[in-house]
């Protein structure tokens, strides 16, 4: 199945039109078996590398964790290199931005990014943080700039959450 992958022009055809291609994939690098689990980073990472590609493979269950979880493999570092890789290309793709926030990824990018003793990784982890760091920033000027200006009048309300209080004393 990796050598499938590393022809740029089947990434679409296999990420899309291949049933449960992915999956398999997924499953593969959660394997027990070391060679299985660092050839399903190859082909994550290859897949990764074609952006039309990169916002599906960030809604696949459970992808972005078992990256990172191949990123820990302590004893082979060609699987660390790869998962982190294909990491910091899906960081890429601005949708996969809350995928990244809210399965703990951040955090196991923080905790590469802070192991001095691979600098590669070290290297990888820290571009993939500043990726996501620029997404959130342009997502912040975009909303920013939607706003009104001083004394216009805004045909949706804004957002608010006004305090509520519980059994106070009055």
């Not at 050598?3 to 049933?19: D, F, G, I």
């Amino acid at each position: 199945m990796a050598n499938l992958t590393r022809s740029p022009e089947n990434a679409l055809q296999l990420v899309y039109h291949v049933k449960n291609f992915v999956t398999v994939l997924v499953q593969a690098a959660c394997s027990t078996t070391a060679l299985r689990r660092k050839y399903a980073c190859f082909a994550l990472q290859n897949l990764s590398c074609e952006s039309g590609c990169r916002q599906e493979l960030g809604y696949e269950p459970k992808l972005l964790q078992v990256l990172l979880m191949c990123s820990r493999s302590a004893d082979h570092r060609e699987e660390q290199e790869s998962a982190l890789t294909a990491l910091d290309n899906l960081s890429k793709e601005p949708s996969n931005l809350i995928n990244f926030t809210n399965n703990g990824i951040i955090a196991g990018l923080l905790a590469h990014a802070k192991d001095h003793s691979k600098p590669q990784l070290v290297y990888l982890a820290c571009d993939t943080l500043a990726t996501l760091a620029h997404w959130i920033k342009e997502s912040t000027v975009q909303g920013l700039a939607q706003l009104p200006k001083d004394g216009e009048k805004t045909q949706r309300p804004l957002p608010t959450r006004e305090q509520v209080l519980y059994q106070t004393y009055k």
